[in-house]
């Protein structure tokens, strides 16, 4: 990169990155982060790895590196999110290493490509939570990046790198496991081009692979078992990719904000899977002209578009074949990463000479598409997949003036979903002059507590039922 774009790279992945502490220090622990800080940081090494229980909020990388990060720094509503948070610079090393191979130095479409990857403020929320989204998506970046690299540089090592990568994406959240399996076949078709005439070292390499995904199944198999033979994947649906993985990730993607008019979610996962068959059709067309395997393999767009086509034929194949749910919302979130690396591909191609001022135009005009939309899709004060726990902070405050002396308590029930928020302050000892109640899925606006917490407009469907 040159000056000009290494600044304004950095400039850009600086202010993404202070946001992400900012509503990592600021906003409340959320519902789905209870688990991992409260219970799992307390379980040992080896039950985190085996499952202390049937639920998937074990996210076990994350669940390992905040049990460090508390043991180190105690449960702080910060330091449990620091794998989260620290986890951004892994990503932000997987743009830059992607970016640095796929353009020259002075390419316009460096910054829109950076754009691109970080313009996604339901991706951005997940780096500020205690949660294996973020590590996972990171990794994924990461091991794209090397897959790259080792294609471009005809890199055994590389390949290893992008496969050690893969199984710390997949290890970090288990929906991951569609890419180490797309990724694992993508490394061993690589072998398989390289050696085909050396039979002797193919089977080598094919064996050495082999042997590694067995270690890594004995490693992951307990977890997967306790979670398939208790029907956790129940809150997913099989209906389609397009539907459930497509769909559901564009309505997680607009935060609930218009873009370029408002235009529908139907519309605009439409166009996405438009531009991924352009992208195939390109690479196609490029191989029939081509005959050249090895050179149509390194080239840029081809391998962005493999990684991703490979990802979504295994996720197609898992369902229809082991019969498993698509992946929906954050379960599908690293299919974002995975799609900017297919439309850096794309870009790539308007990055020439022919198109002079043209591409500076289609630059600008991607740039700020994207910036317009993360403007108005990024909030401060919440995080969208759990919204309703942006005030348990504000509650507490309120609830702590009640408390006249150090011997006063103060009783809460809350309606279930709040729960879990206010436990861990509870839990943690943050709230000494808190009487937590337990709580049930039934509104219990009868309950003896000094107050009853709940959403208005769950209370109003309370009243007229």
């Known amino acids: 990169m040159n000056k000009i774009n290494k600044i304004s790279f950095f400039l850009i992945l600086s202010i993404s990155f202070f946001t992400i502490i900012y509503k990592a220090i600021f906003l409340p622990v959320t519902h789905d982060e209870l688990a991992t800080a409260v219970h799992y940081s307390q379980c040992t090494v080896w039950e985190i790895i085996n499952f202390p229980n049937n639920i998937p909020s074990n996210h076990i990388l994350n669940s390992l590196l905040v049990k460090c990060t508390t043991f180190l720094l105690g449960n702080e509503q910060w330091s449990i999110r620091i794998p989260s948070i620290f986890s951004f610079f892994i990503f932000s090393f997987g743009i830059y290493k992607i970016l640095k191979i796929s353009f020259k130095k002075d390419s316009y479409f460096i910054i829109p490509s950076t754009m691109l990857f970080i313009g ?7 780096f500020s939570l205690s949660r294996g989204y973020a590590l996972s998506s990171s990794f994924i970046l990461l091991s794209s ?3 790259i690299e080792g294609i471009k540089n005809d890199s055994n090592k590389k390949m290893w790198l992008a496969w050690i990568s893969g199984v710390l994406a997949s290890y970090a959240n288990f929906s991951s496991l569609v890419f180490f399996a797309a990724m694992t076949l993508f490394i061993a078709l690589f072998f398989f081009i390289k050696y085909k005439n050396q039979l002797r070292i193919l089977f080598i390499q094919w064996s050495k692979l082999i042997l590694a995904c067995l270690a890594y199944f004995v490693l992951i198999y307990t977890p997967i078992q306790k979670m398939t033979s208790t029907n956790q994947f ?9 539907k459930d993985t497509i769909i559901s990730s564009v309505i ?6 218009s873009f370029i008019i408002n235009l529908q979610i139907e519309f605009i996962a439409q166009g996405i899977v438009a531009l991924f068959f352009i992208a195939g059709l390109l690479v196609l067309i490029r191989w029939v002209r081509e005959k050249n395997i090895i050179h149509n393999l390194k080239n840029i767009q081809t391998i962005t578009f493999l990684i991703l086509a490979l990802t979504v034929m295994v996720s197609v194949l898992q369902s229809n074949i082991l ?18 690396l297919m439309c850096v591909g794309l870009f790539t191609l308007l990055d020439n000479d022919r ?10 005009l991607i740039f700020g598409l994207i910036a317009q939309h993360l403007y108005f899709s990024f909030t401060p004060y919440s995080f969208k997949e759990w919204s309703y726990d942006r005030y348990t902070l504000q509650v507490l405050d309120e609830l702590k003036k009640e408390a006249k002396t150090e011997t006063d308590t103060i009783s809460l029930k809350t309606f279930w979903k709040f729960h879990p928020s206010f436990n861990y302050y509870k839990t ?3 709230t000494p002059w808190l009487e937590l109640q337990t709580t049930g899925m039934e509104i219990d ?17 309370y009243l007229d039922t």
Do not use: Q
């Not at 129940?234 to 397009?242: A, D, I, K, L, V």
């Open 120 to 126: 996604n403020a339901y991706l951005l929320d997940f």
């Open 145 to 147: 990046s090397f897959l």
């Open 234 to 242: 129940h809150f997913w649906s099989s209906n389609s990719f397009f």
């Open 252 to 257: 997680h993607w607009r935060y609930d904000v």
């Open 323 to 340: 019969k498993t749910p698509y992946l929906e919302g954050r379960t599908a979130l690293f299919f974002y990463p995975l799609f900017c």
């Open 355 to 364: 198109l002079k001022k043209g591409k500076i135009i289609i630059a600008i």
């Open 428 to 430: 943690t000892g943050k």
């Open 445 to 461: 606006v009868h309950t003896n507590a000094d107050y009853y917490y709940l959403d208005i407009n769950e209370f109003n469907t």
